[in-house]
């Protein structure tokens, strides 16, 4: 016969077992295969808005390697990819832009019109909010420059309203925490009823 303490000490103990099983799942899935990241800012409007909810793939680039600064590489990030990163200016902050350049690449941009080793490229996600004819500088005209190694040149989607490699240089590849993929919610903060506040129409949205 078991007595009624035994039982519920080995009742507590499965718990125990079972929280700490599914904290573990959840801390691996959140280190080294998808996290979820918020938007604040309106840097890759009309890709990404302010109050979208969005998922990374953290293995697509590889996995980087507990306590040391450094990562086993599956893939390097691509042109056209979109990226979350560490800020090179205070690591306590992520952003998201998007990949333009690449290691070793001749980048400049001379009225808007961004030139790779001084060709111009297919820029279909580029939003302009001012005219294309409106052009100042570092914004509209930059470099030209080489991509050092090991770093990307980012921008972001709302090219006249971002703060990106035009201002704060490279972005060092081991800073880049992985891929966006998809919008799993949206939130419209200005919306005073609630039921509009959410975006339904980009819930599941993927991210290109």
Known sequence: MVKKGRRQKSQVRE???AIVFALLIALFIRTFVVQAFKIPSSSMVPTLEVGDHILVWKFIYGVKIPFVDKKFVARSPDRGDIIVFIYPRDKSKDFIKRVIALPGEKIQIIGKNILINDKPIDDPWGYYAKTHGDTGPVRDNYG???????SLFVMGDNRDNSQDSRYWGFVDINAVKGEAFVIYFSWDRT?????????WNRLGHLIR
């Open 15 to 17: 718990w125990t077992e």
């Open 191 to 199: 919306s005073r009823k609630i039921l509009k506040k959410i975006r």
């Open 144 to 150: 030209p420059k080489i991509v050092p190694p090991d």
